[in-house]
């Protein structure tokens, strides 16, 4: 696609539930990341996916997250038994590695856990 | 931790002034990209500058490096309303590395 989608774009769900959030990234770029942001924040780096090397999960900040990426292409991150911290505005990026270019952002999935 | 830091957090001009936000980092790095972000969602890149560079210009963007002093800056020129947005720096160590980004500086820039 022309850009990186991520769905839902909304998400609340009940403390302790588990919840799944996808992203698509464009089409050919071999890097994929996610980031999570916290109300006026930075942005902390959960998780990086290049090529068919194994992930970098040093961001990730407890056992109840993890993330996959099917093919290359498709990621989903999925956080378990959700916890009111978790709350959060979680965005990802993708990279085709071109010169002078960056990353390049979907426009997030906010998760509110209540 | 964060790597970069801005500075200002905050920064509120009016229209047709110039904007300049500063960006600080601990390690060496390979480049330091400059972001914007509104409402809060979705980050746009705006401008990459490389460790062996000094100063980059993108229409009304200006960014300069020192690598001595491990910081950077972001210019803008004759603000507009449409700039008022959150700025953050980020820096990669390595090639292919991933990005650490700063805490930002919120801009407002009042028409």
């Known amino acids: 696609g022309a850009g990186v989608s991520q769905s839902p774009s909304n998400k609340v769900t009940e403390k302790g539930k588990d919840v799944e959030l996808r992203c698509d990234p464009i089409?050919?770029?071999?890097?994929l990341y996610w980031y999570r942001q916290s109300l006026g924040q930075g942005l902390e780096f959960l998780i990086y996916?290049?090529?068919?090397?194994?992930?970098?999960k040093s961001g990730l900040p407890s056992d109840r997250f993890s993330a996959e990426r099917t093919g290359g292409s498709v990621s989903t991150l999925t956080i378990q038994r959700t916890q009111q911290e978790d709350s959060a505005v979680y965005l990802c990026?993708?990279?085709?590695?071109?010169?002078?270019?960056?990353?390049?952002f979907g426009s997030g999935t906010r998760l509110t856990v209540v | 931790s964060q790597q970069g830091e801005e500075d200002p957090q905050a920064l509120s001009i009016q229209e047709g002034e110039n904007a300049t936000m500063n960006c600080s980092y601990k390690?060496?790095?390979?480049?330091l990209q400059w972001y914007r972000q509104n409402s809060g969602r979705g980050l746009v890149h705006l401008i990459l500058?490389?460790?062996?560079?000094r100063e980059k210009h993108s229409g009304r963007l200006r960014v300069t490096l020192d690598t001595s002093k491990k910081s950077s800056s972001l210019l803008i020129t004759a603000s507009r309303a449409a700039d008022t947005a959150s700025y953050f720096c980020?820096?990669?160590?390595?090639?292919?590395?991933?990005?650490?980004f700063g805490e930002g500086t919120q801009l407002t820039v009042n028409p």
């Open positions: 996916f290049q090529g068919n090397s194994a992930p970098d």
């Open positions: 990026a993708s990279s085709g590695g071109q010169r002078d270019g960056g990353y390049t």
């Open positions: 089409s050919g770029h071999t890097a």
């Open positions: 980020a820096t990669e160590r390595s090639s292919g590395s991933r990005l650490t």
């Open positions: 500058i490389r460790s062996n560079e």
């Open positions: 390690t060496s790095i390979n480049n």
